[in-house]
């Protein structure tokens, strides 16, 4: 069974910074695409970032571009969310995901992930 465990969350002030890790116990392909999604409290869940382990390319929401960077370390099977200039609109919990190959219909939808971490909070005081 295919685990993803985040990690890195925590309180920060606005205009700071954190950085989110997703362990992935398997890279197989069912996850060989990893996004990272955030869920605020009575809204729906939002995507954030996706890398692929095998290429460079990336796709960011609108929200986030210039100020969150995801990255990845295929030996630790790691896929790493840089957050910086936090704004309190980006509390939530993020939750990191594996799903099949990009797909450029659906790649933003959580319904075409498999496998889910356990989520972390991120909470940004102003």
């Known amino acids: 069974q295919v685990q993803l465990v985040e990690s890195g969350g925590g309180l920060v002030q606005a205009g700071g910074s954190l950085i989110l890790s997703c362990v992935v116990s398997?890279?197989?392909?069912?996850?060989?695409?990893i996004a990272w999604f955030q869920q605020a409290p009575a809204k729906e869940r939002e995507f954030i970032a996706a890398?692929?382990?095998?290429?460079?390319?990336?796709n960011y929401a609108n929200s986030v571009k210039g100020r969150f960077t995801i990255s990845r370390d295929n030996a630790k099977n790691t896929v790493y969310l840089q957050m910086n200039i936090l704004k309190p609109d980006d509390t939530a919990v993020y939750y990191c995901a594996g799903g099949p190959p990009y797909s450029s219909t659906n790649y933003y939808r959580p319904n075409r992930y498999n496998y889910w971490g356990q989520g972390t909070q991120v909470t940004v005081s102003s």
């Open positions: 890398i692929t382990w095998s290429r460079s390319d990336t």
């Open positions: 398997e890279r197989t392909f069912s996850t060989c695409f």
